[in-house]
């Protein structure tokens, strides 16, 4: 439930909440009813984090950030201590605190059962609470489950993106094709086609509006004519803001890398 639920251990006030079905105590209560003085430095002297957390408490003066400790947590509170209030406490807490709330979904100490009989309104409440929170731990947990759903929907273009990002190089156009299925050339004509680039004795250069967002490198690649002659031909690289540019410009025409398209096909 998103209220606390106060009851009392020897004149010590201890709230408690219910977080996903679970028990959690606030910590200052519970360090103090076993007679702690400081009750801070005790929390974090002797509670793991993963025992403790912050939650946003309802409370009858408006809703509060408060520490608080589950079930481990408080064993571990108490067993630390050598206070002559910490064992009782302990025994207190498993013999009839933790399993009243797991049988009625409250503390439900002997006056707040007859109350309950007493008055339709109250079981009515407590019933009320125990169904909005049940209803709350349902809608988040079909929300994490859409999340892991649209996670797995999204690896494989997290991959090849992720793919992309891990090369900081420059990469060849056969490279980048052949994470389409295609050849080089094929590539080449459908840049061009896109208005990217165009063909200048042999080589393929960018054009003007692309030419100073650095998208390529060329470098010049000695290589022979047929009849012997030595020569040099510039070899355009693509680099990694040019290869996402690529990925991005392709995917707005509706073509996608084959990894993706296999996650396509399999939908």
Do not use: C
């Not at 201890?14 to 007679?35: C, S």
């Not at 309104?121 to 994490?144: F, H, M, P, W, Y």
């Not at 056969?174 to 080449?188: D, F, H, V």
């Amino acid at each position: 439930m998103n209220e606390l639920q106060n009851f009392n251990f020897e004149g010590n006030e201890v709230r408690t909440v219910l977080i996903n079905d679970e028990p959690y105590f606030v910590g200052k209560d519970v360090a103090t009813a076993i007679g702690y003085q400081n009750t801070r430095k005790a929390i974090k002297d002797h509670v793991k984090t993963k025992y403790m957390r912050e939650e946003r408490i309802v409370t009858p003066s408006g809703t509060q950030t408060m520490t608080v400790i589950s079930e481990p947590g408080i064993y571990q509170l108490a067993g630390q201590s050598k206070l002559p209030t910490a064992e009782p406490f302990q025994d207190w807490i498993y013999e009839e605190v933790l399993p009243s709330i797991r049988k009625h979904g409250a503390y439900m100490t002997d006056e707040k059962i007859e109350e309950a009989l007493l008055n339709p309104d109250t079981i009515i409440s407590l019933a009320t609470q125990l169904k909005n929170e049940r209803e709350k731990v349902e809608v988040e947990r079909n929300g994490r489950l859409i999340a892991e759903q649209r996670v797995e929907e999204l690896q494989p273009k997290a991959d090849y993106y992720d793919q992309i990002l891990s090369n900081k190089g420059v990469v060849t156009v056969t490279s980048i094709a052949k994470n389409y299925g295609m050849t080089a050339p094929e590539l080449n004509k459908l840049l061009n086609r896109l208005g990217v680039q165009y063909s200048q004795s042999g080589s393929w250069y960018l054009y003007k509006k692309y030419q100073k967002n650095g998208y390529t490198h060329t470098i010049p690649v000695p290589y022979s004519h047929r009849d012997g002659r030595p020569d040099i031909k510039p070899q355009t690289k693509w680099t990694q803001k040019g290869h996402i540019f690529i990925y991005q410009l392709l995917k707005e025409h509706g073509i996608l890398p084959m990894i993706e398209m296999k996650d396509e096909s399999a939908v």
